[in-house]
């Protein structure tokens, strides 16, 4: 299956927080975009492995994601290695996409920027004709997208370019939401932590409408590129 845009993320709950309101406006434009995790987030503090997997079936739902699927790396331990660039390589390639979109090259969380790191070293390396992969038996085609993005987490980061989703910001938030033991829930019993409290949603929130007023919309998401940008049109930019 072809998709336009394939999101890597090192934890489910990673690519709602940082982009799905970029992904909500896509699919709602026509393009098909897949969501591929690369752990279940087994080391969280609250919740377990089963119900980040069932929170990222229903999210996928909420977005209408035509795909989601999950490497099942080891939370926190994984590392940017032939093995692993090798499992992400044949994902890309499964995917054929135009776009990828990636954790942050540095954030709070040390998987993040490794996550970013791998999946760009994976996205350039899937375009090795040299590099054989196989898919249930069926050797791959080389395939690199020609743009990988990072969309922005925890830490503040200056983009290179901003993406206004302004009539998408109900369903990023339903699609966080959708991550029931990981935020702010009143019902919820378990211990707080640093992404459980009131104030850290805020803080999403927050993060949208300061990016969003920046290019003179209410809510946005930010990315970084490693490569410049360039477009066809000066009108297209704000
Ligand atoms: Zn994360």
Same mark, same amino acid.
């Given at each position: 299956?072809? *998709? ?6 090192? #934890? %489910? @709950?990673? !690519?709602?927080? +940082?982009?799905?309101?970029?992904? =909500?406006?896509h699919i709602a434009a026509g393009k098909k975009v897949g ?56 994902v890309i390639r499964k995917y054929q996409p135009e776009i990828? *979109? ?6 709070? #969380? %040390? @998987?993040? !920027?490794?996550? +970013?790191?791998?999946?760009?070293? =994976? ?45 998408f910001i109900d369903i990023k938030v339903a699609s966080i ?42 809510? =946005? ?18």
């Amino acid at each position: 299956m072809k *998709l336009d845009i394939l999101v890597l993320a090192v #934890h %489910p @709950d990673d !690519a709602e927080l +940082g982009c799905s309101g970029t992904i =909500a406006k896509h699919i709602a434009a026509g393009k098909k975009v897949g969501i591929v995790d690369f752990t279940r987030g087994e080391l969280g503090t609250r919740g377990t492995a089963e119900t980040r997997d069932q929170e990222a079936a229903d999210s996928a739902r909420i977005l209408g994601l035509e795909a989601r699927e999950n490497l099942r790396f080891k939370d926190g331990f994984f590392k940017n290695d032939e093995a692993h660039q090798r499992e992400v390589i044949r994902v890309i390639r499964k995917y054929q996409p135009e776009i990828v *979109l990636s954790n942050a090259l540095h954030d709070r #969380h %040390p @998987d993040h !920027a490794r996550a +970013g790191d791998l999946a760009n070293d =994976a996205s350039f390396l899937a375009g090795l004709s040299k590099i054989e992969t196989e898919l249930d038996g069926v050797k791959q085609e080389a395939w690199r997208p020609r743009l990988v993005l990072q969309y922005i987490q925890d830490h503040y980061i200056r983009p290179d370019i901003i993406i206004d989703i302004t009539p998408f910001i109900d369903i990023k938030v339903a699609s966080i939401k959708a991550f029931k033991t990981q935020f702010y829930n009143p019902d919820h019993q378990e211990a707080e932590t640093y992404i459980s409290s009131p104030d850290f949603f805020e803080s999403v929130l927050g993060r949208a409408r300061e990016y969003g007023k920046s290019i003179g919309t209410t809510f =946005a998401e930010g990315f970084t590129s490693r490569k410049l940008l360039g477009v066809d049109d000066l009108f297209d930019l704000r």
